[in-house]
């Protein structure tokens, strides 16, 4: 199974993370970890993950409020596919 670990990160905290994430990932057995920054996906990339496996790793400001470039990719990827 592969399973893509998209990332968005300012400081570099984040992308610590999903590095983390990555090799938890590979460390089962048939899984497959792949890690993108989500300016680096493209929609064939999102797609595959959609049936395969997608985790998202973003950082957060403010007490939790997540950041609009994430989210408003992910929503218009969706809207775009008819999902």
């Known amino acids: 199974m592969k399973i893509l670990v998209l990332y968005f990160s300012k400081s570099g905290n984040?992308?610590?993370l999903a590095e983390a994430?990555?090799?938890g990932v590979n460390a089962?057995?048939?899984a497959e970890a792949v890690l993108k920054k989500t300016d680096q996906v493209?929609?064939?990339d999102f797609l595959e993950a959609m049936t395969e496996g997608l985790i998202l790793t973003?950082?957060?400001y403010k007490w939790g409020k997540c950041v609009?470039?994430?989210g408003?990719?992910?929503?218009e990827?969706?809207?775009?596919q008819g999902f």
């Not at 408003?72 to 929503?75: A, D, S, T």
């Open 42 to 44: 493209t929609r064939d």
């Open 72 to 75: 408003k990719y992910l929503l």
């Open 77 to 80: 990827s969706l809207i775009y």
């Open 28 to 30: 089962i057995t048939g």
């Open 21 to 23: 994430v990555v090799e």
């Open 14 to 16: 984040t992308r610590r």
């Open 68 to 70: 609009k470039p994430v």
């Open 58 to 60: 973003i950082f957060t």
